[in-house]
Structures are given as C-alpha cells and as structure tokens.
C-alpha cells in the first residue's frame, strides 16, 4: 500500500489569471493534506489539447472549478471535448475522480448527461447541501451532517443525472454530488476545495462576473460561514479512496 508522501495527483486545471490558478492549487493540496508538488497540474487554457491518456500513471485525478469558461460552449472553449474523454477514460480505468464545480459539469456531459444555464436566481456563498438516502453508505458522505454547508458559485447546473449516476446530495434548485455507479469517481457541483476565506477573494476578484456590484457582494458575503463538513470531503478522498485506509 502507497503512503501519503508517495501519492502523485493529475489537477484538470480550469483557470486562466495567475493568481487564481495558485490558490486553487494550493487549496486541493490543503485538503488532501499532500504537497503541492504532489499534485501536477494540466492547465487547459496553456494546453488546450491533449489525449486521455495524460491520466495514466497518477494515483487520483482532480478536476477544478473555472470562471472564464462555460461548458455549453465547446466551440469557444476547445479543450472540452478533450477533458470528456480524459473523464470517460478515467471511469474505463477505474481511476479515482474528485471533480468540483466545472468538473462536476464537465463529468455529467461526459457521461451523457445535459447541463442546463441560469442567468438570474443561481447559487452564490455558503448554502446549505442536503443528502439522499444513498449518501448514508458512501465512503465519502457517510459521515456528513445533514444538511451541510459548502460553498457554491454556478450558473451552469443539472437537474437531472445521467442512469450510472447514483445522487447523494442535492439543493432545491440542482444536483449536488453524484458517484459513477461500481467506479471510484465523484464529481461535486459545489467546491470541497474552498473555505469561506478563499470564497471571500474568489468572489471578490470574479465580482463583475457574478455580482451585481458592491452592495449585492457585502450581502452574500456577510452571509459566509465556515465549511468543515464540505471541505473534510477531499481528505476522506485520499484516506478512504485513494490510500484504501477506510472501507469503501
């Protein structure tokens, strides 16, 4: 069995500003609990092609949240018929997926699934995230309060899940967390890799994109709370998952 300073994670990178792209991958290396050397990113927007087969060698594969993309829009942004295959390859493979936000989205149009866009009236800040019946047996959920809080920013959504899927948390307005049925891989619409403190800068430096200036930003951000419970979900990840220290 591999030990913790041993593993070597493959991060989908979605981010395109600089500093962004350091924060989140210092975010998924905090709550794994690795290195951030332990975690080789493939940011799309610097290498917009590539095979599936990049996957093949790590341990777990990552796939962050984006801002500057939109999954409904495959003409303009070309790595996202790239990053279906990297998916569909990692299922084929039985390799460990943790994807957030974007490659929640990404994972359930991979799967065959439809994604759907809101324009007004979508989730932004710290909400609460209920379970289904099925979280009570999954490695990563079992143990989640119900509800609990996460934080969560998107205008793209799912109301439906593709057949594989089996549904394990869910809000009023969408889908929340799936795993691939007898495959360990789950994809998450909200982001287990950010905590209030990181919320607080993403939405600060992305507030043109989805405020509607600065009193709607001091109002979802006055709401902030902290999210253990969603955060915890990427170091059961590595513990129960990718080690196998814990049932599955």
Same mark, same amino acid.
């Given at each position: 069995?591999?030990?913790?300073?041993? =593993?070597?994670?493959?991060?989908?990178?979605?981010?395109?500003?600089?500093?962004?792209?350091?924060?989140?991958?210092?975010? %998924?290396?905090?709550?794994?609990?690795?290195?951030?050397?332990?975690?080789?990113?493939?940011?799309? %927007?610097? +290498?917009?092609?590539?095979?599936?087969?990049?996957?093949?060698?790590?341990?777990?594969?990552?796939?962050?949240?984006?801002?500057?993309?939109?999954?409904?829009?495959?003409?303009?942004?070309?790595?996202?018929?790239?990053?279906?295959? =990297? =998916?569909?390859?990692?299922?084929?493979?039985?390799?460990?997926?943790? $994807?957030?936000?974007?490659?929640?989205?990404?994972?359930?149009?991979?799967?065959?699934?439809?994604?759907?866009?809101?324009?007004?009236?979508?989730?932004?800040?710290?909400?609460?995230?209920?379970? +289904?019946?099925?979280? $009570?047996?999954?490695?990563?959920?079992?143990?989640?309060?119900?509800?609990?809080?996460?934080?969560?920013?998107?205008?793209?959504?799912?109301?439906?899940?593709?057949?594989?899927?089996?549904?394990?948390?869910? +809000?009023?307005?969408?889908?929340?967390?799936?795993?691939?049925?007898?495959?360990?891989?789950?994809? %998450?619409?909200?982001?287990?890799?950010?905590?209030?403190?990181?919320?607080?800068?993403?939405?600060?430096?992305?507030?043109?994109?989805?405020?509607?200036?600065?009193?709607? =930003?001091? $109002?979802?951000?006055?709401?902030?709370?902290?999210?253990?419970?969603?955060?915890?979900?990427?170091?059961?990840?590595?513990?129960?998952?990718?080690?196998?220290?814990?049932?599955?």
């Amino acid at each position: 069995m591999k030990k913790r300073d041993d =593993l070597r994670l493959l991060l989908l990178q979605i981010r395109e500003g600089e500093h962004v792209r350091v924060e989140e991958h210092q975010s %998924f290396a905090r709550y794994c609990e690795l290195k951030p050397e332990q975690i080789r990113i493939l940011n799309v %927007f610097d +290498t917009p092609r590539f095979e599936p087969s990049v996957v093949d060698g790590y341990d777990a594969v990552l796939v962050g949240g984006a801002s500057e993309a939109n999954v409904l829009e495959p003409e303009r942004y070309t790595f996202v018929s790239d990053a279906k295959r =990297l =998916l569909r390859r990692c299922a084929e493979l039985d390799m460990p997926v943790f $994807a957030s936000c974007f490659g929640f989205q990404l994972a359930v149009l991979a799967l065959g699934g439809e994604i759907k866009h809101r324009d007004v009236g979508f989730e932004m800040g710290t909400i609460p995230i209920s379970l +289904t019946e099925l979280a $009570a047996g999954d490695p990563l959920f079992r143990d989640r309060p119900d509800p609990f809080m996460a934080v969560s920013v998107h205008r793209q959504y799912a109301d439906q899940l593709p057949d594989a899927c089996e549904l394990l948390a869910y +809000t009023e307005q969408c889908a929340h967390a799936f795993k691939l049925r007898g495959k360990r891989f789950w994809a %998450f619409q909200f982001h287990p890799e950010v905590d209030k403190r990181i919320l607080v800068e993403r939405l600060t430096h992305y507030k043109a994109h989805y405020t509607d200036g600065d009193g709607h =930003l001091d $109002a979802v951000l006055s709401s902030a709370v902290e999210t253990p419970h969603s955060n915890h979900l990427m170091t059961a990840f590595v513990d129960r998952i990718v080690l196998g220290a814990g049932s599955q």
